[in-house]
Each structure stands twice: as C-alpha cells, then as structure tokens.
C-alpha cells in the first residue's frame, strides 16, 4: 500500500502578527514548521507593517533564513477587496510574493456586487500569473462572502482558488457537504479553535478572529473532520492568534505550543481516513 502523503504544516502570520517576516521563519524553524504565510500588507492601520518587496533589506533578511532553516513562504496576505481600485496593491503584493516563493495570495470579498466582485478576482488570477501566485478567497463570517458555495461559486466565475478557515467554517455554519463540492478548490486550510458558541455582534466576531482564537485541539471546533475531509496531502497553515497567550508563553513558546497542537489533530484526522477507507 502506498503510504499517504505528509501534510505539510505552517505558521500563519496571525499567529505572530508582530513577530518580523525573518524572525517568523527562525521561531517557525525552531519549533518544527515546514512554512509560513507572510503578510505582506498590514490589514489594519494598528498593525506593523513588513516591507517585502523586492530588494527591501527585510526580503533579503528573510530569504537568507529561509535557505538557512529550509522553512518556505507558501501563502502572502491579506487584500480585503471592497470594490475600490486596488489593481496597484495586489500588483505590488505579487512582486513581494513572487520574490518569496508564494504560491497563493489571500483575499477576502467585501464587495457586496457579486459581478463586480468576479471581475476583480478574474483581473487578479489573469495578473497572478505573471507571478506565480493564484488568488485564495477565505470566506469571512463578518465579510458579504461568508460561505463556502459562495465563495466557490466566485472561485469558479473567476479562476482564483477558496482557503477553508476553521474558525469562520464554525462561525458561518459550514458542512461537510459543502467541503466535499469545493475539494478542487482548496489549496489550504487554516487550523484553530474556540468555542462553539458564536460572538454576539459583528463586534464580537471581529476581536475573536483577529486577537483571541483557541489552540487547536482545546475547543469545541470539530477540527479533525474539517482536516479529513480533504485529501492526504493538503496542507495546513495554524492561524491562532492570542495576545494572551503570547505575552504568557513567548513568541516561542507559543509556536510551539500550536504546532504539537497542530500534530494531534492532524494524527487525529488521518485515523478518521484510514477508517473511512476501510
């Protein structure tokens, strides 16, 4: 029998949002993570900036860890598209991307115009190409795409690939049925927890997802039925950010905290395969 492909497993940007593109790739090294999203753009005007663009000292910094330890760069966020002309931005984040080694580029809809929102993706995959990157649209609980079928059917119009979030999968009501009509889609999925009682209020939703999720494994999240529904080989990106828990534990400490999470519950998920093969 062949043995099932290793999934490889990353550290998301959010997890550390203040730890430096370089420094992600030596604390990811050190605590066993095969790759990192980068975020090549801050989403909110409180956060730190990187600059990754070519031949800022910060890209050279972090593509002399990256041969150093091995880890990769496999995902760039984050671009809200809210119907704006932002054909600039994402230019300037695939140039950053590219340098990196990126494969993805991760967006999110606010755009309530679904044509005019379709029109932008097919703009950005036609873009992407030139750069190696495709578009990931993450379906957002608070976003007007807050869906799997909606953000497949936008996938499909337009060409550009769906991030399953395990944190809005349980906020929007996600199902395995929906999982099982995007499987094409799916590139990576981002692992957390939480409980499984929803914020009340957008408010709520929004401090949750960006500052205070729970370890994976430690919730009420079903995360070993998201992970198995995919194939063997898709890879996860932990996406836990707590500001609690890093002042508690260390930047360190927290990576590694996440990534023997992260271990259990992929173990956990491939026994779920190998039952459902039988």
Known sequence: MTPSPRRQVGLAQLSLVGTAPPDLVAIAAESGFDFIGARVRPVTGAERAYNLQPGSPMLKETLARMRDTGVTVK???FLLLDGSEQREAWLRMMAAGQALGASSLTVAGADADASRLADTLARMTEDGRGFGIVPTLEPISYQAINSIPA?????????CQVVVDALHFNR?????????????????????????????????????????????????FDLAALVAAFPAGTPVSVETPSDRRVAELSELGWARTLKTAADAVLQAADNLQKVGAK
């Open 75 to 77: 995902d760039i966020e």
């Open 151 to 159: 953000a497949a059917a936008l996938a499909r119009r337009s060409g």
């Open 172 to 220: 929007f009501g996600g199902t395995q049925d929906q999982l099982a009509d995007s499987l094409d889609l799916v590139p990576l999925v981002q692992l957390c927890d939480g409980p499984a009682l929803r914020p009340a209020g957008r408010d709520g939703l929004v401090a949750e997802s960006r500052s205070e999720r729970g370890v994976p494994g430690e919730g009420e």
